[in-house]
């Protein structure tokens, strides 16, 4: 059993279409982050959310922590071509350091 | 703009044969992690570091792997003898751990690792 469930697994659309990934878990975490793959690299954070119910915003990305801090989604606005990669979640340990990551979401948006 | 390095990037080997992977990490950061990536079981962390000492090496196959830090730039693992199903993409990561937060990992770009 998966500690963190990331939903869909896969994705295709087209540039231009919104769309909303999915990071759930019956546990509660004291922080959640978000990480984009791209193909032959590896993962780059793109935010950290500690408050239930925060709302950031990376321009076309929006990340929101549930209000029981359970949860997490990432919406993207207008999807580019270059918004393709895999995007993971991840909860870590303030003692450790040591991050635990989702299976991720495998996104392909289509020019 | 400082960056996680890792060499080789590509290593292809024969079954049996040893294989190490190097990590420099960022200069400065106190953690390094290992991590390897399989389309079966996504990122799983193998081993890691904070100051040099090793913290946790749970996720190791014990009996073939071995990860060390002989300094502050350098960071290796190691299989020995290597399997097939050793195939996958490795990763280094470094990190400077705060007393009362949650670490922003830094990746390098990995060594894809196949083995004949």
Redesign the interface.
Known sequence: TQLLEQSPQFLSIQEGENLTVYCNSSSVFSSLQWYRQEPGEGPVLLVTVVTGGEVKKLKRLTFQFGDARKDSSLHITAAQPGDTGLYLCAVGSSNTGKLIFGQGTTLQVKP | DAR?TQTPRHKVTEMGQEVTMRCQPILGHN?V?WYRQTMMQ??E?LA?F?NRAP??DSGMPKDRFSAEMPDATLATLKIQPSEPRDSAVY?C?S?L?GP???????????TRLTVL
């Open positions: 996680v953690t992690f996504g990122l962390l890691y904070r913290l946790d990763f990561a990190g751990k009362e937060r949650t670490d922003t990992q830094y990746f390098g770009p990995g």
